[in-house]
């Protein structure tokens, strides 16, 4: 995929990393189908790492966005270290899609990390519930559980 169908498909489709050659179920970036106010049930399973690690949910294509503790916006960060285990988000999507991808930080403040090399996250799919196994970053100490968590459609 080149960079200019790349672009054009971030927030439409599922994009896979290209880093991983030995695997081609890596998702860089994820787009679910969800209903135009959907909610979803976001549950922080666990995690295997010294960064702080979290996760983006976003409508990036078209109108819409999502609502959760009384704050809107088109894009949230939900970080492990100071999110509730479990909480609810509401999407209002015309589109029918929500983007998914981890983020990390070595720091506690700043807007965190995410698409860089060797990052991505393994999907299994269960019913309405999404887990996502994610490597935050680097081809040393590759483990798809530096965090998991979970997206279940109410």
Request: charged share 25%.
């Amino acid at each position: 995929m080149n960079a200019n169908s790349y672009q054009k498909n971030i927030g439409r489709e599922r994009i896979y990393s290209r880093d991983f050659e030995e695997r081609t179920d890596v998702i860089l970036w994820d787009v679910i189908d969800i209903q135009n106010e959907q909610l979803l049930k976001i549950t922080f399973i666990s995690k295997n790492s010294t960064y702080n690690q979290g996760l983006r949910l976003a409508v990036d294509v078209g109108d819409g966005f999502l609502e959760c503790n009384g704050h809107s916006s088109k894009s949230m960060r939900f970080w492990e270290e100071i999110s509730p285990s479990e909480f609810i988000v509401k999407c209002l999507s015309p589109e029918g899609l929500l983007s998914v991808y981890n983020i990390w930080n070595e720091r506690s403040v700043g807007p965190g990390n995410s698409q860089m090399y060797c990052s991505g996250m393994i999907a299994q799919q269960e019913g309405d519930r999404t887990t996502y196994y994610c490597h935050d970053v680097g081809k040393r100490d590759i483990s798809f559980d530096k965090i998991v968590f979970s997206i279940e459609k109410l």
